[in-house]
């Protein structure tokens, strides 16, 4: 039996991504706790934003639009709340 065109394609799961989702969120915690070793680790972990960020880019353009809305929608709160002077 053939794969007809009314049935969905199911992906395979990336396990590459989850091990770097993982490591991503180990390095978002060593970034808010503070050890002798934070100025040694901290460079390293600033990383953890930005692939989260890139990692979102991985699952199609949709997220991604509706990633970049939260983060403007958010910047403006932040501007109105913070920057502009109190009435």
Do not use: W
Not at 4 to 28: G, K
Not at 48 to 60: E, N, Q, R
């Amino acid at each position: 039996m053939g794969r007809t065109d009314r049935e969905p394609v199911r992906m395979q799961r990336n396990y590459s991504v989850d091990i770097l989702r993982f490591l991503c969120a180990y390095l978002v915690i060593t970034l808010h706790i503070h050890t002798p070793y934070s100025a040694y680790t901290e460079p390293i972990a600033r990383c953890a934003v930005p692939l989260f960020f890139m990692m979102s880019g991985f699952f199609g353009k949709a997220k991604i639009y509706r990633l970049l809305k939260i983060i403007v929608l958010s910047t403006l709160v932040y501007l109105f709340v913070n920057i502009l002077p109190p009435l």
